[in-house]
């Protein structure tokens, strides 16, 4: 009869651990295809960053003014080239007299260049930077970096070529020749064109 209680008593106790297992199974599997349904409702609606796709909007600051003001407002229908860098870049020193050059050369025909810093730092030690390398474009300023993960950028510097429609037609990663016959004459091709067939379509 002893024996009898305690095969019993054993049966159940196996039985509510197995029982125990599988709610944590059923738990475990029913948490991931939650996981999967979110995935699918919710990430195809993250439109990424890209050749072809809009230029992001995003509210910035002027480091000399102080202003705020948003880069679709700001250079809607222009030509513009969006250049995320950092004082301590060392390639972003590397690139930034090859802007200047192309900046030089074609501000005239309605070229822009709005060079985002992502510096936590204050806009004058930005400014200093700046002036010291001699730059007369447009230099912005994210103290707080939210513009790498909106622009989905990789570090720094990265750049984006954007349309009179607001449509990226080049983006580069790392430092770059922006003064190149090659690049010169990309950007005086879209400062020709004014309709939707201005979208040139380029890679690197």
Known sequence: MRYAVAAAAFRLTKEHVMSRQWITVLLVVGGLGAGATALSRFGSSIERVEVGSKMPDFNLNDSHT????????????????????ATWC?????????????????????????????????????????????????????????????????????????NREGIIVRRVIGAHDWNSPVNRALIERLLQETGPESGVTLRQ
Not at 108 to 119: E, L, Q, R, Y
Request: charged content about 25%; glycine content about 6%.
């Open 90 to 162: 060392v390639p972003c020193r590397t690139e930034m007299p090859s802007m200047q050059r192309a900046y030089d050369a074609l501000k005239d025909k309605g070229f822009h260049i709005a060079a985002v810093s992502i510096d936590e730092e204050t806009d004058d030690v930005v400014n200093q930077f700046t002036e010291g390398l001699g730059l007369t474009f447009d230099i912005l300023h994210d103290r707080s970096t939210a513009i790498q993960k909106v622009y989905q950028t990789t570090g720094v510097p990265e750049s984006f070529l954007v």
């Open 66 to 85: 102080g202003d705020s003001l948003s880069l679709r407002d700001r250079y809607k229908g222009t030509v513009t080239l969006v250049n995320i860098w």
